[in-house]
């Protein structure tokens, strides 16, 4: 069955680097866009990232631009998100999410991993 | 970006009943672009609808979808124990995707 885990998340300081990992499986990887999806504590869904079937085409929210590079290795079947220059804004649980027709609607979610940044 | 207002902020309601949810948008979507998600307490968030109105796979038909532009709702009828949670809509009309801030459904 579709698998989406993801690992990596933890307790950094403001202004470190942390990089996520979604080890994904059960469907064709290579064929799905996918993204990062965040909910801070207490809080709503904020879409972070995303990256096109083949890694070409990659799309971040403002508030990350520039900070986090999403990635894809599809000889592994992992999703990627690294996260630099982290602000205690950025606390949050980071969901691996497929898309599976490259739609924007997002049809398979992980069960999210912790990032807590501290100031 | 397009900012998706919804409403209640909280549905107080009971087994068996039904439960209407809205959403709108500040800006038409053209392509009735939207989607809805569950999210319960520990579990993974799940896609119940998409492209307004239609059901993801294995969502039950108590759960429907409708409107268009800038009016959209979520009605679960029959409400069972497993539905109270809360519910998001999410625009992909444009970029940045958005969500809205979501509607608990309580007992």
């Known amino acids: 069955q579709v698998q989406l885990v993801e690992s990596g998340g933890g307790v950094v300081q403001a202004g470190s680097s942390l990089r996520l990992s979604c080890a994904t499986t059960?469907?064709?990887?290579?064929?799905?866009?996918m993204h990062w999806v965040r909910q801070a504590p207490g809080m709503g869904l904020q879409w972070v990232a995303g990256?096109?079937?083949?890694?070409?085409?990659?799309y971040y929210e403002d508030s990350v631009k520039g900070r986090f590079i999403i990635s894809r290795d599809s000889s592994k079947n992992r999703l990627y998100v690294q996260m630099n220059s982290l602000r205690p804004e950025d606390t949050a649980v980071y969901y691996c999410?497929?898309?599976?027709?490259?739609?924007?609607?997002?049809?398979?979610w992980g069960q999210g991993t912790l990032v807590t940044i501290s100031s | 970006e397009i900012v998706l207002t919804q409403s209640p902020a909280t549905l107080s309601l009971s087994p068996g009943e039904t439960a209407t949810l809205s959403c709108g948008a500040s800006q038409s979507l053209s392509r009735s672009f939207l989607a809805w998600y569950q999210v319960r307490p520990g579990l993974a968030p799940r896609l119940l609808m998409y492209d307004a109105s239609s059901r993801a796979t294995g969502i039950p038909d108590r759960f429907s979808g409708s409107g268009s532009g800038t009016h959209f709702a979520l009605t679960i009828s029959r409400l069972e124990p497993a539905d109270f949670a809360v519910y998001y809509c999410q625009q992909y009309n444009d970029s940045p995707f958005t969500f809205g801030g979501g509607t608990k459904v309580e007992i």
């Open positions: 059960g469907f064709t990887f290579k064929n799905c866009a």
């Open positions: 999410v497929r898309d599976s027709f490259s739609s924007g609607w997002f049809d398979f």
């Open positions: 990256i096109s079937f083949d890694g070409t085409n990659k």
